[in-house]
């Protein structure tokens, strides 16, 4: 693992602050739907578009072999699926 830092370049430290906070920026909209039990503000249009968005960018980040972009994009997605998949299910329950 020592090897992994000393190889990161100025950039990749960039792009791992960068990605940092750009992906905890998604934490606290998942914490809030998970304790209203509600997502209706939520656009699916919005966040399939962007879901999309994010696994172009991790095909983008596996072929230029960038660290950053792979790491967080894959967690970024994660968060937004289950933003999503949160969205369908409490719509679905708060239509019945």
């Known amino acids: 693992m020592e090897n992994f830092w000393e190889s990161l370049t100025y950039m990749d430290s960039l792009g791992l602050i960068a990605g940092t906070l750009t992906t905890i920026a998604f ?15 939520i656009s699916y249009i919005m966040f399939i578009l ?5 696994v172009l960018w991790e095909i983008y ?3 230029i072999h960038s660290f950053p972009v792979i ?5 970024t997605f ?3 699926v289950a933003i999503l998949v949160l969205k369908f299910i409490f719509d679905k329950t708060e239509s019945t």
């Not at 934490?27 to 503000?41: E, F, G, M, N, T």
């Not at 790491?71 to 967690?75: A, E, G, S």
């Open 27 to 41: 934490v606290p909209q998942l914490v809030k739907v998970w304790i209203s039990k509600s997502a209706k503000d």
């Open 50 to 54: 962007f879901i999309s968005g994010i």
């Open 61 to 63: 980040g596996w072929g």
């Open 71 to 75: 790491l967080f994009n894959i967690i």
């Open 78 to 80: 994660i968060l937004g």
